[in-house]
């Protein structure tokens, strides 16, 4: 009797709503999986170590160099004042948040051009923009502990507030 009503509760979503469902768990479930592996690469360790240096006093390029910006060791300075790898975990999921949020704003944006789209389908392709994002950037290969989260997120962000700036311009000249 309790599959019945399962399968009857289920069968009330519709598909777009089951993809959503399921990949909302799926990423839920693959970020508890890192946080328990907690796997991360030489790269991290070496910016860790560019973060401590910066904690030191010594900036980067004075006496250590590396081929990334100093906004890498700047961004490691909060994980190396800890000394966990796991503070650039939670920085690297914020980063995903907030880029999901922009993706959502970014969509949004490019969409309310086109009168003939209806509100509630833009809504609908920004959440599914924003969801995809995420879904995505949990199953690359590099994690949440790797950099490259960091800088996509950081990228959509950009061109996000870009594209907001440039509708302000345009609606302050009339």
């Not at 991290?44 to 060791?73: A, C, H, N, S």
Request: aromatic letters at 18%; proline letters at 3%.
């Amino acid at each position: 009797m309790k599959l019945y009503t399962s399968l009857n509760y289920i069968s009330r979503f519709s598909p777009l709503k089951f993809i959503i469902t399921a990949c909302v768990l799926s990423i839920f479930i693959n970020w508890l999986l890192q946080i328990k592996s907690g796997n991360s690469s030489w790269d991290v360790d070496g910016f860790m170590y560019l973060g401590f240096r910066l904690l030191e006093g010594e900036f980067l390029w004075t006496i250590e160099y590396d081929d990334k910006l100093p906004i890498v060791q700047i961004l490691f300075v909060l994980p190396s004042l800890f000394e966990s790898i796991f503070i650039w975990f939670l920085i690297s999921s914020t980063f995903v948040i907030f880029g999901a949020w922009a993706c959502y704003i970014f969509v949004i944006d490019v969409l309310s051009k086109y009168s003939s789209i209806p509100s509630v389908e833009r809504q609908l392709s920004a959440i599914l923009a924003s969801i995809s994002m995420i879904y995505l950037s949990t199953f690359l290969p590099g994690t949440f502990y790797h950099i490259n989260l960091v800088s996509a997120s950081a990228a959509i962000i950009s061109f996000a507030l870009l594209i907001r700036s440039l509708q302000n311009e345009i609606y302050e000249e009339y």
